[in-house]
């Protein structure tokens, strides 16, 4: 069990499509990084991906459980298609 209160994580994605707000940036409390109030934003049916980083990651697991050297962790993120019905405004349904 960690008790890392002292890194930073940041969530954040290269896409300039998609738009990431909220507190994106936070410390570590006991070893969890809590991100909250976060807001994804990109058109709708539309895919993208979003990483965290932070100096507490260790790289050389992380090349142990990934084929490719990460700096990083990334994951993907998907937005619906509008229902019937449901007007895009500001790239929302």
Do not use: H, W
């Not at 807001?39 to 979003?50: E, G």
């Not at 965290?52 to 937005?79: C, G, M, N, W």
Request: hydrophobic residues 35%; proline residues 1%; charged residues 20%.
């Amino acid at each position: 069990m960690s008790t890392d209160s002292s890194s930073e994580g940041i969530l954040s994605s290269v896409d300039l499509k998609l738009i990431i707000s909220g507190n994106n940036k936070v410390i570590a409390q006991n070893g969890i990084f809590n991100f909250s109030n976060l807001k994804f934003i990109a058109q709708p049916d539309y895919n993208s991906s979003i990483r965290f980083t932070s100096d507490a990651l260790d790289r050389q697991k992380i090349e142990k459980v990934s084929a490719s050297l990460q700096q990083d962790l990334t994951d993907y993120i998907y937005f619906r298609k509008c229902f019937s019905g449901e007007a895009i405004v500001n790239n929302q349904c």
